[in-house]
């Protein structure tokens, strides 16, 4: 296994480069969204270096389906992109509400993850209960599109918000916000400010994060209202120049 910069072209590149012709298969892994940083991979030119380099693409988009794209198809949606990844991954606990995974690609692959997949086979099938509200929520997807139009307002709203009190959360371009605090203890602190008033939030601490990478991980959902984002956002400033 070899790592790559992350969302460095030419350091995947290389690494694609020097290795060609010592591997008789070469497979690329990536998040469609990154869920501790919200920020996206370039997939357009990922895509293009899979091809090139006769590399399998598998592209995790746990936080980009039922979001971007035209019809929530997800991030590959948005990159024209369903039709080049080889394999395509996600969960059923984000914006299906439910519990479990998928993975989609061609019958083949499918067949060979059924039968040699270690997490496939000693997982339990899922409960008729949780695979009926899955098959729904994915109808609601193309029967209820102003819940994608929601979220984005959402976004756009506590986006230009944490900018307007000079809050740092990274590069992020999705739902998911990283509100950069950069010390373990103090990150506590404001979650726990936070949570007695009424704000729920993950604080991601050291080692789960490298050090001085400590940061409280806000999701913004297409059911918030602006008045609770509102009230976060004023709670965030008094915590910040407080705490």
């Not at 000079?166 to 203890?185: H, T, V, Y």
């Amino acid at each position: 296994m070899k790592r790559f910069l992350h969302n460095d072209i030419a350091s995947l590149e290389h690494i694609l480069e020097t290795t060609s012709n010592k591997y008789a298969n070469k497979v690329i892994v990536v998040d469609g969204v990154y869920s501790q940083d919200g920020d996206i991979a370039p997939l357009d030119e990922i895509c293009k270096l899979s091809k090139n380099y006769d590399a399998f693409l598998i592209v995790d988009d746990a936080h980009g389906i039922g979001i971007w794209g035209d019809t929530g198809r997800g991030i590959l949606e948005s990159f024209s992109a369903l039709g080049l990844v080889d394999l395509i991954t996600g969960t059923f606990s984000k914006t299906f509400g439910s519990v479990g995974g998928y993975a989609v690609g061609n019958k083949e692959v499918i067949n060979l993850l059924k039968y040699f997949a270690n997490e496939n086979i000693f997982s339990a099938a899922a409960t008729p209960q949780s695979a009926g509200s899955i098959a729904k929520a994915i109808d609601l997807i193309d029967e209820e599109p102003f819940w994608r139009s929601r979220i984005w307002e959402n976004i756009i709203h506590f986006r230009k918000g944490l900018e307007s009190i000079g809050i740092d959360f990274g590069k992020s371009n999705s739902a998911i916000f990283p509100i950069m605090i950069r010390d373990n203890e103090r990150a506590m602190k404001i979650a726990d400010f936070l949570f007695q008033n009424g704000v729920f939030v993950n604080p991601i601490l050291y080692p789960a994060v490298p050090q001085k990478q400590s940061r409280l991980r806000m999701s913004v959902l297409a059911v918030h209202t602006i008045e609770q984002l509102d009230k976060t956002l004023n709670l965030l400033e008094w915590a910040f120049k407080k705490q």
